[in-house]
């Protein structure tokens, strides 16, 4: 937010005046949240991992899975978790993003 504001000249003294927004500063600047660029970022990555050979350790990683529960404390949104709600988010089935990753044209 505080880069944001730099590019668009606001101090916070303006924001709490004026009661203005992030999303309204975003929008004049043409930007989208931050949540769709890491969103963005972490689908890439998922690509590029699941085009890697099996033999190698991210790709091991990416298809291992953990038969028991989380613990306790734990925290509930694990990376699995943030992939479903990215793919959902850019409207990608869930099921075809294998081979969507493999064509890269």
């Known amino acids: 937010a505080q880069c944001v504001r730099a590019m668009c000249r606001v101090t916070r003294k303006h ?3 004026h009661h203005i927004t992030t999303g309204e500063l975003c929008a ?3 930007l989208d949240f931050i ?3 890491i969103d963005r970022r972490r689908l890439g ?3 590029h991992v699941s085009r890697m ?3 190698r350790l991210p ?3 990416l298809s291992s899975w953990v ?3 989380r613990p306790i404390g734990c925290p509930n949104m694990t990376f699995g978790r943030s992939i479903r709600t ?3 988010k850019f409207h990608i089935d869930r099921s075809r993003w294998p081979e969507l990753a493999a064509d890269r044209s």
């Open 59 to 61: 790709r091991r990683m």
């Open 53 to 55: 050979d099996f033999n």
């Open 86 to 88: 990215a793919l959902d």
């Open 67 to 69: 038969p028991h529960g």
């Open 15 to 17: 924001v709490w005046e």
């Open 35 to 37: 949540d769709y660029y």
């Open 45 to 47: 990555w998922l690509g």
């Open 28 to 30: 004049r600047l043409g």
